[in-house]
């Protein structure tokens, strides 16, 4: 039986390195008491083998639950405001990286608050034109944004 059984564990590396660092301190109370009987030693050690495997998957199970739980109480989504500073930032970026009438007219609808007629007369376009510029932006702004999904 044990010529079989280490045999099948010497065959794999690994799993005789587990087996040992598992069952060294167990055969040596079984070989001391195979001189009692042979099969009572070879029924213990199968019950002990059985045992220590069930109870090393059981300790397995148990640290992957507290892994898990740590990481549930550890995991902090982004904040709102974070998340918004981020977005205003990068809006930031793309209007600064815009060409010049495109840039002026988007600054002054949004940010100084006048109409688009108002910004047409001053460049000597139409209000489409106005409108334009600013579809130009919002398209660039919502292909920024719709990439990051």
């Known amino acids: 039986f044990f010529e079989r059984l280490w045999a099948f564990f010497s065959k794999n590396e690994r799993i005789c390195s587990v087996f040992y660092a598992l069952f060294k301190p167990i055969l040596?109370?079984?070989?001391?008491?195979?001189?009692?009987?042979?099969?009572?030693?070879m029924l213990r050690?199968?019950?002990?083998?059985?045992?220590?495997?069930?109870?090393?998957?059981?300790?397995?199970?148990?640290?992957?639950?507290?892994?898990?739980?740590y990481e549930l109480i550890t995991y902090e989504e982004p904040d709102e405001y974070e998340l918004y500073e981020q977005q205003i930032s990068q809006i930031e970026k793309i209007i600064s990286d815009l060409d010049e009438p495109t840039k002026s007219i988007f600054t002054k609808c949004y940010f100084l608050?006048?109409?688009y007629a108002e910004v047409a007369e001053e460049y000597n376009i139409s209000t489409n034109g106005v409108k334009k510029h600013?579809?130009?932006?919002?398209?660039?702004?919502?292909?920024?944004?719709e990439t990051k999904k």
């Open 45 to 69: 050690f199968r019950q002990l083998v059985r045992n220590k495997c069930l109870d090393y998957i059981k300790h397995k199970k148990v640290e992957q639950q507290y892994a898990e739980l």
């Open 113 to 115: 608050n006048k109409k």
């Open 134 to 145: 600013i579809m130009k932006l919002l398209r660039l702004i919502r292909g920024k944004f």
């Open 28 to 41: 040596a109370i079984i070989v001391g008491g195979l001189c009692r009987s042979k099969w009572v030693g």
